[in-house]
């Protein structure tokens, strides 16, 4: 299982920017696929989660700022990010989990930072 993650750069305060992450190869219809994000000096953190069905988990730092959404025909996941605030400056991972037989796979990171 490989994820690719497309999008990250340079965000401006109040801006929005979209994250994308492909994943390919043997995975199960029924995942979960996530993005996660690492600040300097801190542990990675969950941003936002979605299930094959729609359920969706956030952080309580991006409620009403970020949505996350998924393609399941095109196997990605999509992070809409709106409201940026330069605490959302990190290094930003997608992942996938399967349950079914407790899989992880994350993607490679890409660098977002927010500053005007």
């Known amino acids: 299982v490989q994820l690719q993650a497309f999008g990250g750069g340079l965000g401006q305060p109040g801006g929005s920017l979209r994250l994308s992450c492909a994943v390919s190869g043997s995975i199960f219809n029924s995942n979960a696929m996530g993005w996660y994000r690492q600040a300097p000096g801190k542990q990675r953190e969950l941003v936002a989660i979605?299930?094959?069905?729609?359920?969706?988990n956030y952080a309580d730092s991006v409620k009403g700022r970020f949505t996350i959404s998924r393609d399941n025909a095109k196997n990605t996941v999509y992070l809409q990010m709106n409201s940026l605030k330069p605490e959302d400056t990190a290094v930003y991972y997608c992942?996938?989990?399967?349950?079914?037989?407790?899989?992880?796979?994350w993607g490679q990171g890409t660098q977002f930072t927010v500053s005007s």
């Open positions: 979605i299930t094959t069905e729609g359920s969706t």
């Open positions: 992942q996938y989990y399967s349950d079914y037989d407790d899989f992880t796979a």
